[in-house]
Structure formats: C-alpha cells, structure tokens
C-alpha cells in the first residue's frame, strides 16, 4: 500500500515540476539578443583604462609619473614621457597597455595623481592576434577625440 | 584577416563544396564542454538564457571532443594541463578551431609574472588560436563577439556569410 | 497458401533494408571525399577525459546487471508466446481462454516474485 | 593506490580517468578511479590542474597587487575570498573599516554567497542530468551579478573590497535593485522545489547517496554546507563573527545524516538566509564614508597572522606572515575545497558510477580554489 | 538482352533472393564456427538467424521469422554477448586451435553430414494426402489455447525454471531475502 | 531449387556445423553458439516438413515455437552456468575447467 | 570540550614554557605551541582527543630551515591552536595522517612545494604539479622573491 | 518486354509502392530527423526562457541543415585501437532497422506502405539490432565510457522491451490482430488510450526508455560518460546515430499514436472537420513527441539501478496485472 502511495505521490511531484516547464514557454524570453541589442554597462564597468579628456586641456593629463607602472601587479603599462616647451611638467608620449595581463585591480586608476586614468566601456575585443590587446592609449584617445 | 586553410587534406577539393560547406561550419560550432578556471564560468553563462548562444546554432555543448568543432580555452593553463589540452585539440575532427577566452588563456594573463612556475603563458604556445577575447574575465558579449569573428574567419570575410542577418561591430583602432 | 504474401512482405523488406543501407552509406562515402583530415600523434588515441587511456576497454567487465540478462532472457520469451495466444483470445471460447492465460501469467510472475524476494532487485552498496 | 602506472591491470577491474575534461567533474579535476563494472573500488581524486602559483605570487607582489587574486582563487565566491583577504591586512595593519563599508561588503558577500550557491544548485541538478533548472538558476544568478557588476564593475572578479572599505558606493538603485532581488528570489521557491526539491527523481538520485557524517568530516577537515550538513552548527559567521555579522539575526541551517540531500537543503535554506541577511543589513546600511584612510601602501607589523571567514563553501583563512615590510613574507590560503575534496577518496568506494556524480556535484568544488 | 530479361522472371528473382538467403545463413554460421574471436562468432550467429528468419519466410511463415528474430536475436544472443563480457575477454588471448581436435571436429562435421544428406537423398519424401491451407496466426494461438494448451503451460513452467535456476546459479539464492 | 531437400539439406549443413562447433571448440560460450546452430537446423526441419509435408501447417510451427523456448530456457541456464564456472575457475575454457576438476 | 581541556591535554605533551597564549583578537589564534618534531604526532593525538579537526598545514622557509604550522581548531568553540614546528634543513617530520586523514594532503602539499618529508607518509606523491617536477617552488631561493630572513627578524628573540 | 510484363503481374502495384515508399521514407526520416532536431532546440529553448537557433535562416530553421551539411564535411576518426571492422559497421547498422519500421506504419487510410499481418512485430523484431548496433558500436570503440554506455544501453532496452510488449499484448487481445489497420479500425468507437489508459502510460514510458530519452537517458549520461556509446564517433557516424535516434522518436510515437491514439482518425468529437486522416496522424505522432521532449527538459534522469528496479518491480508487474484484468474485462464486455 505504502508502495503505490509512493507511485502516486511521485507522479504528481512529477506532474507539478512539468507545470513548472510548460508555463515558462508562454513567459517572454530572457534573452538579450546581444548583437542586435546590447546590456546597458554598468556605470562601474571595467574594462581596460583609457585616459580622461579634460576638457581645460582638450586632452589627458598623464604626466608620466610611472606610479601605474610601478602599481601594476603584472607590467601591463609602459610609460614614456617627454618634456615640451609648452608644459612645464613632463608629458606622456607613449602609453601602452598590454591588456592581455590586466586583471582589472584598477590599482593604476586608484593611484594615479591626476586622475587621468579611467576605465573604459569596452568589452567587445575578440581579434585575431594575440598582440591585438597591446592597446596604444594615446592614439586611442587622439581617435575618439 | 589571417587566411587559414580551413579543411587541411579534403581527399576532393571543390570550390563550391568548400564555400557552402565554411558556411554551414561556420554557422554550425559546437564548442567542446571544457572549462579551466573563471572564464568558464563566463562561457556558461554565454551559452545560458540570458545571452543563449544557440541562437548562432553554437549552444550545442558537446562532452567528447570527437563530436565538437571549436576549442574554447577558457582559462589558465597549467603545465599539467597542457598535455591533456593538446591531446584534446588532436582528437577533436579536422576542421577544428580554437578559440582563447581572457587574458589567462591568451598570455597567462595576470598570473605570469617572473617566477611563475606553473603555468602555460599562453594558447598559441600550445595550439593553434584562431581568435582571441582578451578580458579578466571577458563579459559573454565579448565571448559572442569572439564567436562571430571566428564565423567571419571560416566564411573569410562577412559578407560571405550569406545567412548572417545583422552586422558584426567590429572594433576600429588597433 | 500464404507463400506468395509472405514473399511480397519479405520483398518490402528486403528493398527497405537496401535501401537504409545504401542512404546511410552514402553520405559516409561523401564525407569521406570532402571531409577534412587532421594531423596529430594522438589523433586516434583512445579518448578518455584527455588523459592517455590505462589499459584497454576490452576486459572482463564485472555486469552487476547480468541477471537481469538472464531474467529477461526467459521473461521475454514468454511474453511472446502469448503473442498468438491474444490473437485468439475470446475467439469462441467461453472462459476457457481466460483462465489459461491467467494461469500462464500467474506461472510468469512467480518468477518475479522469487526474484524480488531473493533480492536480485536491490542492488548493495559494495565496499 | 601507489602509483597508477605500477599496479598491475587486473582483468576484474579497470581503472577510468575521470576528468580532467568531463562535463562534470567541474572544470580540471581529474578523478582516477578504479572500478569494477559500474562500482568503484578506489577514488583518487587528482588535483592540479589548475594550479597558478598564487601562493608564490604573493611573495613577490604588494600587499594592494595580490588583491585581485583573492577574487580568482574561488572565482564563485570571489568577493568573500576579496572580504577575507582585505579584512585579514587590515587585522594586521589596524585599519578601522567604516561601518558603512562594512554593510556593504556583507551585502555583497551575501549576495556573492548566493549566487554561488544558485550556480552550485544548477550544476548540481545538471550533473544529475535536468538541463532546465540550471538554466533558471543561471537566470536569477544574472540578477545577482547585475547587481554587483553595477557597484564593483565587474561580473566575476569583483576586487571590490579595498583596504579599508570598498571601492565604490553603492547608490539607492542598487539598494533597490536589490530589494527587489531578494522578493524575486523568494518568489522562485515553489518552482525550484517544485522543479527539484519535490521531485521523485531527484530525491531517489540524492538521498542516502555520499553520507559523511560527523566524524568522517571532521577527520578530513571539511567545512561548511557538508560539516553543516552532518549536523555541526559551526559556521564562521557565527563561530568567530566578523564584520558586522555578530549585529545581524540569521541561523545556521544544519543536515541530520549528511548525505547529499541532507547537503542540498542546507545549501537551498542558506540561500534563504543570506536573503534575511541581506534585508537586515539594507535596513540598517548607515551613512557616512565607504573608505578609511589608507596609505598608498600598508605595511603591517612583523609577525604571523590568521583571519577566517566563511566563503559559500565552508572555512576561508588566509595565514600571512609579515615581515614588516610591504610584501607578505608568505601568504597560505586555508581553502574550505581541500578537505571537501579529499573526503571523496573515503565516500566514493563502494557506489555506482552515477551516484559519483551526485557527490561530487554535492560537495561542489572549485577546483582552482582547491589548487590555488 | 535476353539473358537479362529472363532474371527479370519472378521465379528467377525469387530463386536469387532464395540464394542470398542461403548465402547469408551459410556465411553467417561460418563466422559463428570459425574466427577465434568470440565477438565476431556471435555476431555471425546473429546473421545466420537473420538467414533463418529470411528461409522461414520462404517457408511460408513471415510470424515464425519474426519470433525468430525476436527470441534469438533479441534475447538469447543479447544474453551470451553479455556472458561475453563478463567473461574474460577471450577475443584477446586467442586461444590456439589444436590441430588433432580441429581435425576430429572437422571429421565428425563431414561425418554427420555425409550420413545425413545420404539419408535425405535416399528418402522419398511423401506429401500428406489432405493438407489444410490454414496459416494464420490466430490458428496457431487457437491451437495452443486448445490442443497444445498442456504444452503451452509447460513453457512457461519450463521457462520459470530456468529463471529460478540461474538466479539460484548465480548465487542470490544464498543471500538473505531482503 | 526451392524443394524440399535444399531446405534439408541446409539444415543438415546447419546441423553439423554446428557439431563441428561443439567439437573444436574450447569456450562454454562458443559451444554455446554451436548449440544454437544445431538447434536453428532443427527448426529448419520441422518448418520445411510443415511446408511441405505435413497435413497441418500449424503444428510444425508450434514445434519451431517450442523449440525456440527450450532453447531459451537452455541459454538462460548454460548462461548461469558458464558465470557460475567462471566465478569459480576463473576461466570459461571447457579444458582448463577439467584440468582444474582433475 | 573547552578551550582549558585542550590546554590540559596538551600540557602533557608539551612543556608548559611553550604555549604561548596569543591575542586571538589581533592574530586570529588563541594558543602557539612551538613544538619539536618529534612531538608532532603526540600534540596531533591530543587535538584528536579534544575534538578538534585540523585546519590546515603550511610551511614558511626561513634562512634558518622550514617552519611547519599545524592549525587546529575546535568546531563547537573557537580554539585555534597554532603549532609551529621548526625544523632545519633537510629534517623530516613524522606524518600525522593516521590521525587526521585531512593531513594527507596537507604533507602531500608541503612536501612539494617546499620539499620537506614526512616519514610515514603512504603516499607522498607530486600533489599539485606534475609527477615529473624537480623544484620546490616556495622555497625562497627559487624564482625571485623580496626578501629571506630568518625565523628572529620576524618573530623577535 | 514479356519479362517486364512478368514483373509487374508479380509484383502489381507493388512496384510502384516500394518506389514511392522508399523515397517517400527517405525523405520522412530526413525532414522529421531536421525538423525534430529543430522543434527540440526551440522547445527547450522557450523552455528556459531563452529563443534558440534564430539567426540562421527565419526562425533558425535552416539551424538543423547547416549542422547536418557541417557533420558530413567532417573528418571521420577510426580511432587506432578500435576494432576498425566493427566500429564502421555500427553506424550503419543502427539506421537498417528504421526503414523498415515504415513500411507497416498507417499513416492514413489509404497511406500505407505494406499492411502486413504481423505489423507490430516487425517493428519490435527489427529494433533488436539497433540495440545490436548500439552495443557493437560502443563495444568495438575500445573506450571505456563507449562500453559501459553501451552494457547499459542493452540492458536497458532489453528490460523495457518487456512492458512495452505486454501493453502492446493488450492491444492486440482486443484487435485479435498483429495487422496495423485492423489495430486502429479496432478503435472506431473508443481509441485504447481511454479504455486502457494504464497500458498507454505503460507504452509511452516503456518507449521513451526504449529510445534512451530523458529521463532514461542513461547510456548516453552526458555527465556521467561523456557522450555514452557514441563517445567515440566523429562527424557523419555521429550524425548517422544521431538520426537513428531521432527517427526512432519518430517510429515510437507513430506506433503508440497508432496502437493507442486513434493512428488516423479523427478526435470523436471532431469528426465534422473536414482534415485528412494524415494530419491527424502527424498532429498526434507530434503531440506525443512534444511530451517526450517537455519531459526530457524538465526531469533529472535515473540512476541505473533505479532504473532497472522501476521496470522489474513497477512497470513489468503493472504491466502483467493490466494484461489480466483487461483480459477479463474483454470477456465481460464482448
């Protein structure tokens, strides 16, 4: 006896757990269909850093320091700064990133004394080169701007 | 865009064969179930509701790789690993492709540093990588990107891909 | 005679195995044409997680199931003897019929019934 | 088992890898085992390979540039892991956290907690072959991450909590968001146990399968939803509460028999939990700064030091010693995987091959966190 | 053309159809005999009873063929292909033939089968004289509730031993009943 | 062609095949299939004296039944018994078996 | 059991000079024992009988040889006991894996990344890197590491 | 000419049914293999909330082709300690029988290849050497998951042939025929699944097992053994399995709509509407196959000795009880 109230009892947690699927067919989808529409980023997203434009100087503020070099835990950032007439202060010339061995600490960002690093919106990165994530930011901010 | 020969060794090559064929592989890639670290989480969540790669026909996760067409290296590779990935790649069916998700897959990422004793700094070291999706991790829309950039590699070029709806943005700048 | 309606069937058949044989050659045949070809050592190794298979798959292989074989062995047979029993069955018999095939299915359970009260359906943990 | 390649190949018995790739054995663990037919006889869990030399990473790394390994030695629970790590220097150094600071890393420790435990549950019902419930789970795990992606900017690899405090404020949308998270979640209950928890085929699956009772798992050191699970209380929320984890009101959920069913309502009821948690600690979420001053670089005093907390799978401890200077002088990662882990060798002899699968689905692993 | 043509004549195609079945039961249970490897013997026992099945449709029986296929195919060669691999794989460690014992088996074969066609060849064989045309299968069922119904019951009696016996064989018999 | 005596005749080649089998055999099982064999000649005769002999066609393929059923039974058992051999011996090899017994 | 039996118990094996009570606020362990190697097995028996499982075994390399740390703690109430075994180069300690069988993989552990062996030890196997590595990368002369000092820059005396 | 003249008296109409059967077959096994294929992702698919193949072809139609076109340009692996002979049979073994199987389905009235006396026999003889394939498949791969995948494969389908015979058995004792068109002319009042719906629920559950389908998906346990028996296969014998085991679907529900559901009639309650018997055969062969792809999406499967112990100890004595008291119940009511 006990044996077919287990049967019936079973059959009808069945039963209940295929409601549970056949009402979801009805349900609108979740999906984002992410080519055609994509998530809004999150305010906070990081992806790899890119330079603020300031708009007092029309561009980064990056003076070379080397603290985000020296910050990086893994040597992602190279830094080369030169003095012109026009700046008293140093001014990067070069800014690369390697954003193949980023683990996105943002450490650089926190450190850097003129807050000209920032993180950028990016995700969508897929290449064809493994050296496509070398990422020149000076020329990436000359482009956007 | 690198030219690879897409089916090395066809016993009969024709070209039309070859065409409609790439087109069906490309729109056809069953990736191998295989995850490594974090980065397979993020390919999980790629092939689950929210982003759902089966749209693209690639949500059919096969187990063995006999029956799989793409490699995703999601994650670090260790040395100990490193066999067993290659041995994997070989039993996967020519035409295969590889594709080397975040940073760690593609240059050890965030773990190679001088000392490091344990790890594989990188994919192409190891097999050949078609495409690569940097990122720690990267998001499942950088995994989907990297998808359709390996489809436009199969195809050679996008507008070949005859049965692609919509348009793959394709990031300008490098 | 029924001969020349059993041939017709058997020609059905035999045409339709001919037939599945041949589409499920053919498209082998092409993609052994057009299929690609790898290279690699351990291309045809046996697969096993990635790591190189210890020792072949061809060994005895301890079946716990192996009684249900046996079992079903004879429980099938019997089943199909009543086959043509129920192609008979309640053709001008009183109850005749009923109470053979009662008698049949009752003998059939008998075997269940020992097997279950022998255990041959719980399987043990092992240590 | 000595060494797999010496012992001779019976006829009986064959010996089968397992992993390291198989759908589910979780990512790279491999495990050897020796059968005979579908039973097995010995389990030998092989683990390595994932192995990244954290470890030794630290000694070379600032205290601040080890931080983002915290959150990728548990990739699931990578902001507990980022909680323990950062609460453990700022032990060492004598940072007070803001108590604004503090709510927020609970709130986003629970909510990391539960979209571990949502993961592990749809693997879980994956491994013992339903498709659909991983998916939905997958789906209210989302939420979770966007939620935490909208504070920490990232899905995955949070590197959230900074030496004293966190790196960004939350603002009223996450707080709602994450109300709404939590009355979502609750609202998923009746069809997940309808889904499994009910479900006939689950139950037979998951009772009396992989029983580690008490004794078994305190010889193997196993921690968390297991040892709960048999029915020890001890969680380190509770046993030495940190943060601010001694203010809120929650219980320990705890198993009789321990086996993987017992493992899964512990797991299902600790979900619930984290959600009372969490409506507590937004109630109470204080104003005021989200960060202490810290210097560029901490330098904690000489000595050793060691600082648990309790990530989704059990006891979390980081053992540093410092020798004063800027870089740890060895950092030892107690991870709650390694006992859970090595307990297997003891459960699995005996059982199907099937049922392997079900233990090792319920005892979830991470294996990057067991090889670090 | 016209050597074509007369293949096309019914009976010639059923002769050839005949033929291949016969093929197929012969080649089938060579295979059974000869390879060593215990795997490729069931297999060509599988095929030989396929031929069977085919010579019983010949012979007028489509439902006889099928039980054929049904019982020996579907159970008792299913059954030994599992005794197979339970066993010690034998298709590995071949086991060498012995040439005197191949010898004596390949002479007491010859043997029988020379005595027995010589007795088929010398017999005239007699039709019955009324011969009922009725094959339907639901006779044959008629006949086993009715004339044969003994026989039918002591099948299945039959056929519960033999599943008593190999539960007791297999060693359950010892175990308390649970 | 399609006589009488071909079906005999199949089933006597069918019939000592098999005996060869049982003969030069060493393994329970291949015996096993020999056995099998000699039985399917069996059946191949009581069909074809039903086709073409006998004055109902129903009883030669209740014989053919019957014998289908004892050969089950017979599989069932010998299966049992050649498990149980081997549990014991180690070996289904029909020689090594009496090597042990002796 | 409490924190005081435990205490008990291990003050028969261990003279009293060498628990040293710790600030479990500020450390995170109540209780330091430095132990010799050969008291190993009988502080880990003792734990055993005071219920305690053992947390976790590590090592630090010191100029002045390895320093194993056994962590035991109490599952009913906080008690973590830290013993802290130093041992000088090339010495072995005995295996306390028949006690704690979480101990297995601790030494397994150990034993490869910083080659220390552990008599007794059934199987003291490569655990995390491959079967065929010859280093013991934490040790402080391998790879490049910030700094080697000895068991007294760190712990005073 | 008198030769061909021969043929054709022999043969009849014969001819031109075996030809049109044929391809007509071919082209059903192919369309039904593509369209399932298809329905399954998109069903489970809305399922889970998400939408499936989309992108290729409207609707992700075309999904299913490109994946058939893609499996054939792949490389075929024999791997190097297989049993070549056998491993290249298997796949080609496994998909003899599903033709066949089609000659005796009703699809309608009239479309019906060969109405055999001995219908459902065939189709039951025949799938033995599926079975047979599957276990020679997995068996001469010489991969441990290969070979446990394919044991249990066996000894599954053998122990649900059982049940799934003797609700078949009670079909037939009503009909008093193996003929498929008498089996559903049988039904003109009341269709079996109303006055047997024990056996129907037997049959339908015996037939899932028997096509190794969620929640009996066992020898195929992807988490268990990697892909089961065919863990081995690449490309077009892959596919070759795969399409055995999607037309098998196809068989099992056309058999259960046939033997239990009508085949080609018309819901009693609406006869009026003027639909050909063949719609109403695939609208309930479809209906039928939904269900098993609703039930496969939902459940967590069986561990094997549950599932051998729910066919011995439930199904089989279930079924046996059925087959009395239904047999009773006919003396009764006849």
């Known amino acids: 006896m006990g044996m077919i109230k287990d049967i019936v009892e079973g059959g009808w947690s069945l039963i209940a757990g295929m409601w549970v699927t056949i009402r979801r067919i009805y349900r609108p989808v979740v999906t984002v269909q992410y080519p055609r529409e994509c998530l809004d980023m999150s305010p906070a997203y990081r992806g790899h850093i890119e330079f603020e434009q300031f708009p007092e100087t029309g561009s980064h503020n990056c003076v070379a320091c080397g603290t985000c070099m020296r910050f990086c835990p893994t040597n992602v950032i190279k830094v080369q700064g030169e003095k012109t007439h026009t700046h008293s202060e140093k001014r990067a010339s070069l800014y690369f990133i390697d954003f193949s061995h980023c683990s996105l600490c943002g450490l650089c960002v926190v450190n850097c004394p003129t807050q000209t690093l920032k993180f950028s919106g990016e995700y969508e990165l897929a290449h064809y080169s493994r050296w496509d994530g070398v990422i020149d930011l000076i020329q990436r901010l000359e482009e956007s701007a | 865009m690198a030219e690879k020969e897409i089916a090395p060794g066809a016993r009969v090559q024709l070209a039309v064969v070859e065409e409609v064929l790439n087109l069906c592989r490309a729109n056809s890639l069953w990736p191998m179930t295989f995850g490594l670290a974090c980065c397979a989480i993020e390919m999980m969540a790629a092939g689950a509701s929210r982003f759902d790669l089966d749209r693209f026909g690639a949500g059919v996760f096969r187990p063995s790789p006999r029956q799989s067409d793409l490699m995703i290296v999601a994650g670090t590779i260790s040395k100990k690993m490193a066999p067993i990935i290659v041995t994997l790649w070989e039993q996967m069916p020519a035409p295969k492709w590889c594709i080397a998700m975040g940073n760690c897959a593609i240059s050890g990422g965030p773990f190679e540093y001088d000392g490091q004793y344990a790890i594989v700094p990188g994919t192409d070291l190891i097999l050949p990588v078609d495409v690569y999706v940097p990122g720690c991790p990267p998001r499942p829309e950088g995994l989907i990107q990297g998808f359709l950039a390996l489809e436009d590699l199969i195809t050679k070029g996008e507008k070949r891909n005859v049965l692609r709806r919509f348009k793959r943005k394709i990031v300008k700048g490098r | 005679m029924m001969t020349a309606q059993a041939l017709h069937d058997f020609v059905y058949v035999g045409v339709f195995l001919l037939a599945a044989a041949l589409f499920a050659v053919s498209p082998l045949i092409a993609s052994w044409l057009i299929g690609g070809r790898s290279v690699g050592v351990k291309r045809a190794e046996t697969y096993e997680s990635g790591m190189p298979a210890i020792g072949s798959a061809w060994i005895q292989f301890s079946v716990a199931y192996y009684i249900y074989a046996l079992i079903f062995l004879a429980f099938d047979v019997d089943v199909l003897f009543l086959f043509p029993v129920a192609l008979a069955y309640d053709k001008g018999f009183f109850v005749r019929d009923f109470v053979e095939i009662v008698i049949f299915i009752g003998i059939l359970s008998l075997a269940i019934v020992y097997a279950w009260r022998k255990g041959v359906f719980t399987w043990q943990k092992r240590r | ?178 109300h709404q998270f939590v009355e979502r979640l609750r609202s998923r209950w009746d069809d997940y146990h309808n889904l499994v928890t009910k479900n006939v085929i689950f139950i037979h699956r998951a009772k009396d399968v992989g029983v580690i009772n008490r004794e078994l798992a305190l010889r193997f050191g196993c921690t968390g939803p297991i040892l709960r699970a048999a029915g020890v209380p001890y969680d380190v929320r509770k046993a030495e509460p940190y943060s601010v984890y001694s203010e809120l009101d929650f219980e320990i959920p705890t198993g009789t028999k321990g086996d993987a069913l017992d493992r899964y309502l512990v797991r299902v009821q600790e979900m619930e939990q984290s959600l009372h948690i969490i409506e507590q600690a937004l109630e109470r979420l204080p104003d005021g700064a989200i960060k202490a001053a810290v210097p560029h670089k901490v330098r904690p005093p000489r000595g050793d030091y060691y600082f648990a907390v309790e990530s989704a799978r ?59 | 053309m016209n050597s074509v043509q007369s293949l096309i004549q019914p009976q010639v195609l059923a002769q050839i159809g005949f033929a291949g079945i016969v093929a197929l039961t012969l080649t089938g249970a060579l295979i059974a005999v000869f390879p060593r490897n215990i795997l490729y013997n069931i297999l060509g026992l599988i095929v030989c009873l396929t031929g069977v099945a085919g010579i019983f449709v010949y012979l007028g029986s489509p439902f006889i063929a099928l039980m054929e296929l049904l019982i020996y195919v579907g159970a008792i060669c299913i059954s030994i292909i599992f005794a197979i691999m339970l066993s010690r794989p034998l298709h590995l460690s071949l086991p060498k033939r012995r040439l005197p014992k191949v010898g004596l088996a390949l002479g007491v074969g010859a043997a029988v089968f020379i005595m027995l066609s010589a007795i088929i060849s010398r017999t005239e064989w007699q039709p019955a004289a009324t011969r009922s045309s009725d094959w339907s299968v639901a006779t044959l069922g008629a006949y086993l509730l009715t004339r044969y119904d003994l026989v039918f019951e002591v099948i299945s009696l039959v056929l519960l031993v033999a599943i008593l016996g190999a539960i007791i064989i297999s060693g359950y018999a010892r175990r308390s009943p649970s | 062609m399609n006589s009488l005596t071909t079906y005999l005749f199949l089933a006597a080649l069918l019939f000592s095949l098999g005996i060869f089998g049982v003969f030069q055999r060493r393994s329970l099982i291949g015996m096993l299939i020999a056995i099998e064999l000699m039985l399917n000649g069996a059946s191949i005769n009581f069909m074809a004296f039903n086709r073409f002999l006998a004055p109902d066609p129903i009883v030669g393929q209740i014989y053919t039944l019957f014998i289908m059923g004892i050969a089950a039974a017979e599989a069932a058992i010998a299966l049992s018994i050649i498990v149980a051999v081997f549990r014991r011996l180690g070996s289904i090899n029909i020689e090594r078996a009496q090597e042990l017994r002796g | 059991m409490s924190l005081e039996d435990l205490k008990e118990k291990l003050s028969k094996v ?143 005396e | ?153 066996v000894a599954q389908n053998v122990a649900y042939e059982i049940p799934l015979l003797l609700a078949v058995l009670s079909v037939v004792m009503w009909s008093n025929s193996l003929q498929m068109s008498e089996i559903v002319a049988s039904q003109s009042k009341v269709w079996h699944v109303f006055s047997m719906p024990v056996a129907t629920l037997i049959f339908l559950i015996c037939a899932t097992a028997e096509t190794n389908r ?97 066919c011995w100890k439930i199904m089989i004595p279930a079924a046996l009880l059925h087959l009395v008291v239904y047999a009773g119940i006919i003396k009764i009511v006849r």
């Open chain 7, 14 to 156: 261990v003279e009293p000079g060498d628990m040293v009570p710790r600030d479990y606020e500020k450390d995170g362990c109540l209780l330091e024992i430095k132990a010799r190697a050969d008291q190993v097995e009988a502080v880990a028996k003792a734990a055993r009988e005071a219920d305690c499982f053992l947390e976790s075994i590590t090592a630090v390399d010191f100029t002045n040889g390895p320093q194993i740390i056994y962590q035991f703690n109490s599952c009913t109430i906080v008690s973590r006991v830290l013993v802290r075994v130093q041992l000088s180069r090339g010495e072995s300690v005995v295996s306390i894996g028949s006690i704690y069988d979480a101990a297995l993989w601790y030494e397994r552990e150990v034993f490869e990344l910083f080659g220390i062996r552990f008599d007794n030890h059934p199987d003291l196997r490569r655990l995390l890197l491959p079967e065929d590595a010859d280093f013991y990368p934490l040790l402080k002369d391998y790879g490049k590491v910030h700094a080697f000092r000895s068991t007294e820059e760190i712990y005073g």
């Open chain 4, 314 to 372: 059990g006891a979390v401890g980081f053992y540093i010693v410092s020798d004063g200077t800027s870089y740890p002088y060895r950092l030892k990662a107690r991870v709650p995987s390694y006992g859970n882990l090595q307990v297997l060798t003891e459960v699995l002899p005996g059982t199907l091959v099937a049922d392997t699968i079900s233990i090792l689905g319920s005892i979830d692993i991470v294996v990057p966190e067991v090889d670090r």
């Open chain 8, 214 to 310: 969620a929640p009996f998906d066992i020898p195929e346990a992807e988490s268990e053994l990697v892909a089961g028996f065919h863990t081995e296969y690449s490309g077009m014998r892959f596919a070759l399995f795969f399409l055995a085991e999607y037309s098998n679907m196809l068989i099992v529900s056309a058999v259960a709509t046939t033997l239990f559901f009508g085949g080609w009639k018309s819901p009693p309650f609406l006869g009026f509407l003027p639909v050909p018997g063949l719609i109403w055969f695939f609208a309930k062969t479809y209906a039928l196959i939904f269900v098993t792809i609703w039930v496969r999406w939902t459940f967590p499967r069986l561990r094997f000795d549950q599932l051998m112990n729910f």
């Open chain 4, 1 to 178: 088992m000595a060494n797999e390649f010496l012992e001779p190949i019976t006829e009986q018995t064959f010996y089968l890898n397992m992993g390291p790739q198989h759908p589910s054995t979780h990512g790279v663990l491999r495990l050897f085992l020796k059968l005979d037919g579908e039973y097995i006889v010995e389990a030998d869990p092989v683990i390595g390979y994932g192995h990244r030399g954290h470890e030794k990473m630290a000694e070379s790394h600032l205290y601040e540039q080890f931080l983002p390994n915290s959150s990728r030695m548990d990739y699931l629970a990578g902001l507990i892991f980022n909680h323990g790590y950062v609460a453990a220097i700022e032990k060492m150094a004598g940072i007070e956290v803001p108590p604004r600071a503090e709510y927020i890393r609970v709130i986003c420790a629970e909510l990391n907690r539960i979209s571990s435990h949502l993961l592990w549950f749809g693997t879980y019902v994956m491994d013992l072959g339903g498709f659909t419930p991983f998916l939905y789970s997958f789906d209210d795990r989302e939420n979770i991450l966007d939620i935490l992606d909208r504070v920490s900017g990232s899905r995955l690899t949070y590197s959230y909590c900074r030496f004293g405090g966190v790196a960004r404020d939350v603002d009223d949308e996450f707080i709602t968001a994450t």
């Open chain 8, 1 to 153: 000419m008198a030769a061909w003249q021969n043929l054709v008296n022999f043969l009849g109409p014969d001819l031109a049914r075996i030809v049109v059967g044929v391809v007509g077959v071919l082209a059903l096994v192919q369309v039904n293999a593509l369209f399932l294929v298809w329905l399954e992702r998109k069903v489970a698919a809305h399922i889970q909330l998400r939408i499936g193949p989309k992108e290729v072809g409207p609707f992700g139609i075309l999904q299913s082709i490109v994946d058939g076109i893609k499996l054939v340009g792949k490389e075929l692996i024999t791997p190097r300690h297989a049993d070549r002979k056998l491993f290249m049979l298997a796949p080609i073994a496994v998909f003899l029988p599903v033709l066949v199987s089609f000659v005796v389905i009703p699809f309608s009235e009239r479309l019906l290849i060969r109405d055999m006396n001995v219908g459902v026999l065939l189709i039951f003889a025949f799938s033995t050497f599926n079975v047979l394939a599957v276990l020679v498949g997995g068996w001469a791969s010489n991969n441990k998951y290969s070979l446990l995948g394919a044991v249990r494969a």
